[in-house]
């Protein structure tokens, strides 16, 4: 029933009224005619077992043996056209009976007088349902004559045994199968049906017809609001516009809502456009701020870490050279003061400490000349020197310059330049970084170790900054006790010095840093490949160029 759209609630609510009032009418006519075909059953059985009352009264009276009671209830079975006929005496007992079916119920489940007639409903054995109509037999009053009745008086005074005991002579009690009512019963309730059923269809076409005049507007009104609330203000209701009712009137107003709506809708799109591009504009300008904002505060971030950075090496740093610093002087300050309180030192204890004053001013000197060296390094104010230059002869010469060290260590220290390489660069500062490698292999190395200094063309300029070309690889390697792998980076920073035996004597621990400095000052690049006790090869590179013309002429 929810399913339903009002036309169909109208026409099922419709057809349900008229089926309830087709049922109460159907009802009312089969109860009135059931009882009118009672009365004429009654009517028409009394007629007929009065007229047998009174033609068989004195064979009843005069004659009353059981063949001829039995005879007589017998025709009027036939005559009447009865399903039973019962002749009881004024006692109760029957005297004749005809038709009576088993298990006749003696019980009575309704009796009553109906137009003054005595009657029961009864039923059999089988469920079998019947109408019983019962009447006295009167003594008197048959509506025979009085010479008649005189005549039946002494006949029945001579069978005293005859004569009555009571105001009547017996019962007659005749059934009715009720089978019979209910078959005419059935042709009225049919025929009520059909009648019925055919005034509920016309009723239901006509009421279909009306409603369906009345919802198409209504229904085409939904699907219209359906699509307006999708977004489609351009639909109108066009049927039941011309009615006069007031689905009319709501067809009509509904069009008028509906034509409001797209004007509305179309001055807020106006709107909403100048509004969108305002606020587009605004967000724009609003982003734009924000990045530039972001770009300054991200600018001050960075040199504020850089200051901070900055900060923290500058304090580092010049705690360090502090520290560097202090070592030596304190060495010679106190070898001075043990000069001064000893006023006559034996020449040997007078050697011994001006050689260790001595060595400490050296190592202040070469201590304060590589500070000095890195600042103008890493600050741009060291004046570079580049040309065209062969590395053979910087190598070798770099090598030659510490043979004489490492041969009294009893090292041996080997060169291989096998080809002509030729680079743009400042031919001192290279030579210092080979020498400052050579002296570090031989400072860490003992007696009997080897140190190999190569010279070759690489195809790349290291394991940094991937960059491949043309570029001179300059290894110094040596079979020292190598440095483990942790510390291959730290090595190159200021101050920072691998682990070593504690015979050896400290340096500064700026000679790599500078190192690295010149490398990358000549775009090439500085590293290490080593492990503990397999060595060390520190290895740098430096880019190509072309043989110059007067280096070929000279050759020529």
């Known amino acids: 029933m929810s399913r339903l759209g009002i036309t169909g609630k109208l026409v099922f609510g419709l057809a349900l009224i008229l089926a309830g009032l087709g049922t109460a009418l159907t009802t009312q006519a089969v109860s009135q005619f059931g009882q009118f075909l009672r009365q004429q059953a009654t009517e028409r059985l009394e007629a007929q ?25 017998r025709d009027l079975q036939v005559k009447s056209s009865v399903s039973y006929v019962i002749l009881a005496n004024s006692e ?13 119920s003696q ?49 029945s ?30 042709v009225v309730v049919r025929n009520n049906a059909l009648l019925a059923a055919g005034l509920v269809g016309l009723a239901v076409l006509a009421s279909f017809f009306f409603a369906r005049r009345t919802v198409q507007p209504i229904a085409e009104m939904g699907k219209a609001a359906t699509s307006i609330a999708g977004g489609d203000l351009s639909l109108r209701v066009y049927r039941g516009v011309n009615h006069s009712d007031e689905v009319g009137d709501l067809v009509r107003n509904f069009n008028a809502m509906a034509a409001r709506l797209e004007h509305n809708s179309y001055e807020m799109a106006r709107f909403r456009a100048g509004l969108e591009q305002m606020v587009e504009e605004r967000t724009r300008a609003l982003e734009q701020a924000k990045r530039q904002l972001e770009e300054r505060t991200l600018a001050l971030q960075e040199a504020n870490s850089k200051l901070e950075e900055r900060d923290r090496a500058k304090s580092d740093y010049i705690s360090t050279v502090s520290h560097e610093l202090r070592t030596p002087l304190t060495s010679i300050k106190a070898h001075a003061e043990l000069l001064m309180d ?16 001595n060595e400490s001013t050296d190592r202040l000197t070469r201590l304060i000349g590589d500070i000095l060296d890195l600042r103008r390094i890493e600050s741009g104010v060291e004046l570079w020197k580049t040309a065209d230059a062969d590395l053979r002869p910087i190598v070798r ?36 970084v080979i020498t400052n490698l050579i002296g570090n292999a031989i400072q860490f190395c003992s007696r009997g170790d080897v140190i190999e200094v190569s010279l070759a063309r690489a195809a790349s300029a290291g394991p940094f900054g991937n960059r491949e070309g043309n570029f001179a690889l300059i290894r110094v390697a040596d079979t020292g ?40 000052h000549h775009h090439g690049e500085i590293w290490v490949e080593s492990q ?17 013309a007067f280096a070929a002429a000279a050759q020529a």
Not at 493 to 507: I, L, M
């Open 49 to 73: 077992a009065l007229n047998w009352i009174e033609a068989n009264y004195w064979q009843m009276v005069v004659i009353g043996d059981q063949p001829t009671l039995s005879r007589l209830v």
């Open 92 to 104: 109760g007992a029957v005297r004749a009976a005809i038709g009576v079916p088993a298990g006749l």
């Open 107 to 155: 019980a009575v489940s309704r009796r009553g007088d109906f137009m003054g007639r005595r009657w029961t409903e009864v039923r059999d054995g089988a469920g079998v349902e019947y109408f019983e109509l019962e009447m006295s037999i009167p003594s008197t009053g048959t509506g025979m004559s009085s010479d008649l009745e005189s005549m039946f008086g002494l006949a």
């Open 157 to 186: 005074q001579a069978r005293p045994e005859r004569l009555p005991q009571a105001a009547h002579l017996g019962w007659l009690r005749i059934g009715v199968d009720r089978r019979d009512f209910n078959s005419r019963l059935q």
């Open 342 to 357: 000893s006023p006559d030192p034996s020449p040997p204890e007078l050697e011994r400490r001006l050689a260790i004053i």
């Open 397 to 432: 010469g770099a090598a030659e310059l510490l043979a004489p060290k490492a041969n009294e260590k009893g090292i041996c220290l080997s060169v291989s330049t096998p080809d002509e390489i030729w680079a743009r660069v400042d031919a001192d500062q290279v030579q210092r």
């Open 481 to 520: 006790p190598g440095i483990p792998a942790d510390e291959h980076a730290r090595i190159f920073e200021p101050f920072q010095q691998a682990k070593k035996a504690p015979s050896v004597a400290a340096g500064a621990g700026l000679g790599l840093t500078i190192s690295r400095e010149i490398v990358l």
């Open 532 to 548: 503990p006790g397999c060595g060390s090869s520190f290895q740098f590179t430096l880019p190509l160029t072309r043989r110059p």
